[in-house]
C-alpha cells in the first residue's frame, strides 16, 4: 500500500527507524530480556499455554512469521487482519509486519462477520490472524475460526492466508479453507535439535525473507496501521498510519507519562477498534517487558490482574477499566503491591470527573489524562500541569498558543476553529470551537475514497480538524494563560438556553455531593416531558440529571438545584431541571455510559 508520507515526519520525533530496527536495537542490549509475557490465566479464556519471550526468542518468531507472509505471498503494502485478544501472538503479528512492511489492522474480537466483511473488503486484506477460541467473560464463546464464525466471509473474500492461534479450527472451517489455512504455532516454530531436512528448509526460507527485504526495504514513511473510524456517517473509514508517525506518537506518550527506557506497562483488551497499535508501539519505542492482561468481567481475570501491578511502572487502560476498578475493585487495590508504579494513564478518551475524583480520594490514584482521536493527534493532562483531578479530565495545555508550551516530542501544535465558517478564533477570549491539531504524529490521508464530510478533516495546512468541540478557558495559572477545556465530541455538545454545553460539565459539578454516587446529565424538551406526563409550556430544551445515591435518601431537585448554583458551579441556564433517582446507571456492554439509556430513565 503506497501512501504519501506526511511532510512532518521529516520532523526528528519520527526519525528514520521503523518499529521493528528500534525492536532489535532493543534486543541487541540484552536479547535475554523478557519482551512480552502472556497473562497468566491465558488457558482460562483461550488456547495454548502462557508464555515468556525474550527479546531474542520474540525476534526470532517475528522473522519467522514474516518469511511465512512473503513465502505467501504477503508482501510490503499487504493488509493483514489480526483479532486476537491480548496474548503474545498479538505482538508478534505486530512485529512481523513491522519487519515485512505489511500493514496491520488490529481489531476487537467482538468485531462480527459483517463488520469484518466491510472493513477487510475496503483494505483489500490478503491475510488475517485470529484465534479458534476466546472466553470473554459475559456472554458465549467466540469462535472466530469456526464454520459458524468468520470462515465464510474469510473463504467468500479470497483471503490468501488464514492463520489460526490456538490450534486447528473445526474440520468443516479447514475444509472451507483449503490450502488458505496456516497454523500460527507451525510457521514460527523453532527448528528441532538434529532435523537437517527441516534447518535446510527454514534456512532457504529466512534466506528468501532477507533477499526479498534487500529489493524491498521498509522505510518510516511506509504504513505499518490502519485503524477503523465510523466518521460521521456509521460506515468504517481507515486511518492510516505510517512507522514513523506511530514513533512520533509514542515518544510524545512517554514523554508526557515521564516513562523511561526498561518500565514495564499492562495492556487491556477493551480498547476501541484498532487500539492494540496504541499499547504495542510505545512498547516497541521504549523496550521494557509487554505485560498482558485480559481484564474480562470474571473473578479469573481480576485474579491475574492484582499480582502484575506490583511487577508494572505503566498502567495504561482506557476510562472504562477506572470505572470498573473504582466500582468493583477499590478495596483490593489498596492492599495492592503498586510502588513501583509511576504512572496511571488513559487511552483513547478523557476519563470521567466522577472516576478521577474517586481515585484520587479512595485510594490516592493520580491520572494522567489523556485526550486523541484516530487520525493522530494526542493532548496529555499531567498532575503536574493541572492537580485538581476533575478538571484534568477536560482542561489541556494550549499548546502552540503564546506563550504555552511543553517541549513534547512530536511538536503538536492546536488552533481552535469556527464550527460554521472554519476560521481560525484562537485569538478570542472564551471562544468555543472545533479543535485543530498537527504534529509528527497526524494522519495524511484516509484510506481509498471517503464519501462523507470527516474528509474535510484533514486541512490543507497539514492540521486535522478533530470535530470535537472546546472552549478557551482564561487562567492566569496556566502556560500562556489559557486552558483549552473539552466541551464533548462534536454529537455530544448541546444547546440548551442558548448555551453550549456537554453532559459531562454538568456531571462534574455533582461529584461532590456527599449523597451522590454517579450521575448522567440529558437534555429534553419540556414537549417531551408533557408526553410522558411532565410539565407543560412553552418548548424549550432543558436539563434533567439521572443519578445514584449512596445511602437510601433520594436527592431532591430543589436540593440538587441548590447545589448547583453554591459556589457558581453551574450557570443559572444549566441547573437541573429535575432529577431522576436510579438504582444503577445503564451500561453498555463495554461499560461505557447508555446516554440513549440515560435519557429513556429522564423521560
Known sequence: ????????????????????????????????????????????????????????????????????????????????VVQLPNIHELAIACLACALTGCVVSTVKMQYKAASLRSLMTKANAQAYIGATRYEPGVGPTISNLSAAGMVPVLKELGVRSVYAVGGAPDAEAVAALGDAHVSFEDAVAATEEGDAAAAAAAGATAAALQAYLGEHPVTAGDTYNICWSS????????????????????????????????????????????????????????GGTLLYCDLRPSQEGWNAFFPLIARTTWFLGIPTIFDVILSYFKVPLQHANTSKLKAW??????????????????????????????????????????????RRCTHFPALGFPGATWDNPAGVQLKLLDRETGEDISAVPGAIGFLAVQS?????????????ETNDNLLADGFVNTRDVFRLVPDAAAAGGVWLEMLGREKEVLKVMGVDYAPASIEA???????????????????????????????????????????????ATAEAREFAEKDGRLPWTVWPAGVVCVKELPKTRAYKLDRAGVQKLAL
Not at 509528527?440 to 462523507?452: M, N, Q, S
Request: proline share 6%; glycine share 8%.
Open 1 to 80: 500500500m503506497a501512501l504519501t508520507p506526511h511532510a512532518l515526519l521529516q520532523d526528528a520525533a519520527a526519525g528514520t527507524q521503523t518499529l521493528f530496527q528500534i525492536f532489535v536495537d532493543h534486543g541487541r542490549a540484552d536479547p535475554d530480556a523478557i519482551a512480552v509475557e502472556d497473562p497468566p490465566d491465558r488457558e482460562a479464556f483461550a488456547d495454548g499455554p502462557a508464555l515468556k519471550l525474550s527479546y531474542a526468542e520474540a525476534r526470532r518468531r517475528a522473522e519467522a512469521l514474516g518469511a511465512s507472509f512473503i513465502a505467501r505471498g504477503i508482501t510490503k503494502g499487504s493488509v493483514v
Open 231 to 286: 466518521g460521521t456517517t456509521g460506515e468504517s473509514k481507515g486511518i492510516v498510519h505510517t512507522h514513523g508517525q506511530c514513533v512520533a506518537f509514542s515518544r510524545t506518550y512517554l514523554d508526557a507519562f515521564g516513562i523511561a527506557p526498561g518500565d514495564a506497562y499492562k495492556a487491556t483488551l477493551h480498547v476501541a477498534p484498532g487500539d492494540s497499535w496504541l499499547m504495542i508501539a510505545p512498547w516497541i519505542v521504549y
Open 345 to 390: 494513564g488513559t487511552v483513547s478518551a478523557p476519563m470521567p470527573a466522577h472516576v478521577a475524583a474517586g481515585l484520587k480520594k479512595e485510594m490516592d490514584i493520580d491520572v494522567v489524562n489523556a485526550y486523541m482521536c484516530n487520525e493522530g493527534p494526542q493532548l496529555f493532562c499531567t498532575p503536574a500541569m493541572m492537580p485538581d483531578p476533575t
Open 440 to 452: 509528527a504524529a497526524t494522519c495524511a490521508e484516509y484510506l481509498g475514497k471517503v464519501e462523507d
Open 509 to 555: 459539578a455533582f461529584i461532590d455531593h456527599e449523597k451522590i454516587k454517579d450521575v448522567a446529565a440529558t437534555a429534553v424538551s419540556t414537549t417531551a416531558l408533557s408526553q410522558q406526563g411532565g410539565q407543560h409550556g412553552a418548548d424549550l430544551e432543558v436539563w434533567l440529571v439521572v443519578v445514584t445515591a449512596k445511602g437510601s435518601e433520594d436527592i
